[in-house]
């Protein structure tokens, strides 16, 4: 099992900067990749961002060159700074891990952008 622990959502102005981060413990040898995700009011559940174990990255295109995901591997910890944010960006981020195949969700954290 691999638990996940999100944190540093909050209200912010448009234009403004947030850093997300999702702590992983329990089993968390292997965990093949983590990522970012986020799930806007009557929306679904969207990508943002992803980062394998080698550090290999991958951004929806709404967001590529405003946010960056980096992997702490000694603090089992992912963070996710988003930089310019817009109205658009509002919407409850998740924290996703894959481990040989299963896949364990944080119970996501708030962020809201105001114009």
């Known amino acids: 099992q691999v638990q996940l622990v999100e944190s540093g959502g909050g209200l912010v102005q448009a234009g403004g900067s947030l850093t997300l981060s999702c702590a992983a413990s329990?089993?968390?040898?292997?965990?093949?990749?983590m990522g970012w995700y986020r799930q806007g009011p009557g929306s679904q559940r969207d990508l943002v961002a992803t980062?394998?174990?080698?550090?290999?990255?991958n951004y929806s295109d709404s967001v590529k060159g405003r946010f960056t995901i980096s992997r702490v591997n000694a603090k089992n910890t992912v963070y996710l700074q988003m930089n310019r944010l817009k109205p658009e960006d509002t919407a409850v981020y998740y924290c996703?891990?894959?481990?040989?195949?299963?896949?364990?969700w944080g119970q996501g954290t708030q962020v809201t952008v105001s114009s």
């Open positions: 996703k891990a894959n481990r040989r195949g299963v896949v364990y």
């Open positions: 329990g089993s968390i040898f292997r965990i093949n990749y």
């Open positions: 980062i394998t174990s080698d550090g290999t990255t």
